[in-house]
């Protein structure tokens, strides 16, 4: 096959492959700042990919530019074998494809938690809204919200937002759902009930790159460890490979802010 | 000291109610255009969004006398649009609401663009991650949100267009202030009584507004 790209004429000829997304030498710059530097990650179908590192390491960008909620100045980015588009109605369908759970879950503030669950089914997908509030009551009793649905965001607890946040990224049935510290903004007693809701779609075989601080949930859901600093992937390893044997200077120096209390 | 109004030479309830008329259409128009203007002015297509800048500056910038008068001199007398009416009581009353809809939808664009900043920005990147297109996201998320926190601000805008409406008596629009003129002119016995009549009458159209879109607007209010 004569590809016009030559640099991964393997990769390429082959976008049906294991691999969901695919970052090459991604960079991103916010001013003189550049947050993001010669990114290169490639998240295969069904992996759960951790993605830790100090604040201001890039974490949050590097997941947001997945679904181009950041745009990036250079590199590629693929999902499922397409690059990502201009903005426009092709990235519109592209992103019904990619869940997303932010950290501070942006629920629809003046939306019920059926609405909330519902919106994307109808408006996006075209789902009829009997269909849609069924399967939306189905996935919060999934998510244990199940009786708050009538309610409004606001009604409820950080942890059930999160929760509801969880299932609305969750209808519009995603390839891949990206966490962007999911457990940050949460007391500490909530974060059990976000992260156990993580495992069980980790465990169902959902494709996931999550950026947290949770080191628990990286040793028990994660398939892959990345570890960024400054911009740039420091080191990626299994979880166990990671926490007991970190090989780079600057994640030892991480692991022992964090771990020694 | 009132005994004027029982001569049956004025008809005041006649001239408020071209009054209310005015306001209402003037009301519904600017709420749209308004909307629309709000809608260019976040565009992310650069030529709508100058656009609605230069617009909004342009008209909020000049007096409405002028905007009232030039629609008529300008538009009617001069281009010779009569937007569709026959009669030129009905012409100057289109020409002056649409005056005041030029004029109004600024004021509601930019009360409604501090509303569009009162949603937090997360509320519009979750809406764009599900794969709404931007007029969804607009129209879906972020302008029911926008308004609901503008109630009270578009209230004044309302109160101020409802006393505005008397600049369309500068184009013989029969509302309430151009039959002021004439009893100004005829009763000069009962000066104070006239002014305080219309001021009154002005106060009862505005004073139940500003109370109920007062209590709308906390009804209204979204919760975070």
Known sequence: ?261 | MFDFLSSGRYDLLGAFWVTVQLTLYSAVGSLIWGTLLAGMRVSPVPLMRGFGTAYVNLVRNTPLTIIMVGSLLGLYQTLGFKLGADLSADIGFRLAVLAMVAYTGTFVCEALRSGINTVPVGQAEAARAMGLSFVQVLTLIVLPQAFRSVVAPLANVLIALTKNTTVASAIGVAEASFLMKNMVENETDALFAVFALIALGFIVLTLPTGLLLGWVSKRVAVKR
């Open chain 1, 1 to 261: 096959m004569s590809g016009v790209s030559v640099t991964k004429g393997v990769e390429d000829a082959a976008p049906a492959s294991g691999d969901l997304v695919v970052l090459s030498n991604v960079n991103k710059h916010f001013g003189a700042l550049h947050v993001l530097q010669d990114i290169d990650l490639t998240i295969a179908r069904g992996e759960v990919v951790v993605v830790i590192g100090p604040s201001g390491s890039g974490k949050s960008t590097l997941c947001r530019t997945i679904n181009r909620l950041e745009t990036i100045d250079s590199g590629d980015i693929r999902i499922d074998g397409k690059p990502l588009p201009q903005e426009g109605k092709e990235l519109a369908r592209l992103r019904s494809d990619v869940g997303m759970v932010f950290q501070s879950f942006n629920l629809f503030a003046h939306k019920t938690i059926l609405e909330n669950v519902t919106l994307g089914q109808i408006k996006v997908r075209k789902t009829d809204k009997k269909t849609a509030e069924d399967k939306a009551r189905a996935l919060l009793d999934r998510v244990g919200v199940g009786a708050q649905a009538d309610k409004y965001p606001a009604q409820l607890s950080g942890g059930q937002q999160q929760r509801v946040a969880i299932a609305r990224a969750l209808a519009m049935e995603p390839k891949v759902m990206l966490f962007d510290e999911p457990t940050s903004a949460l007391d500490p007693e909530m974060i059990n009930e976000v992260l156990e809701v993580m495992q069980q779609l980790a465990r169902d075989g959902m494709t996931m790159v999550v950026v947290t601080h949770e080191m628990g949930f990286a040793r028990s859901a994660a398939n892959r460890v990345v570890f960024m600093a400054d911009g740039r992937i420091v080191e990626e390893a299994t979880p166990d490979q990671f926490f007991s044997n970190p090989r780079s200077d600057r994640a030892k120096d991480f692991l022992s802010k964090i771990l020694h209390h």
